[in-house]
Nanobody, 119 residues
Framework: QVRLVESGGGLVQAGNSLNLSCVAS????????MGWFRQAPGKDRDLVIG????????VYVDSVTGRFTISRDNAKNTVTLQMNNLKPEDTAVYYC????????????WGQGTQVTVSS
């Protein structure tokens, strides 16, 4: 079992930055695909960005390209989402997710952290 705990959310003004952290416990994340999803009120939970066990990242939401960056520190069992130039449409609950080893399917989820961007 992998337990994921997110932190770093909050209320920010448009144009500002936030860094979200996801700390994993129970198992190492070194061989897992890690990702950040988000869910806005009344909308589906969407995969925003992911990083594989080799460190390669993929952005899945065009509107965050160039603004969001994902990174991982396997030694600290941590994944970070750096969000720059935030926009009101980025407002959502952000969830960290992890796959089983050497998989691309997300199996484990955190409880989420709220990000609210005011205009």
């Amino acid at each position: 079992q992998v337990r994921l705990v997110e932190s770093g959310g909050g209320l920010v003004q448009a144009g500002n930055s936030l860094n979200l952290s996801c700390v994993a416990s129970g198992r190492t994340i070194s061989s897992r695909t890690m990702g950040w999803f988000r869910q806005a009120p009344g909308k589906d939970r969407d995969l925003v960005i992911g990083i594989n066990w080799r460190g390669g990242s993929t952005v899945y939401v065009d509107s965050v390209t160039g603004r969001f960056t994902i990174s991982r520190d396997n030694a600290k069992n941590t994944v970070t989402l750096q969000m720059n130039n935030l926009k009101p449409e980025d407002t959502a609950v952000y969830y960290c997710a992890a796959s089983e080893p050497y998989s691309v399917r997300y199996t484990y989820w955190g409880q989420g952290t709220q990000v609210t961007v005011s205009s």
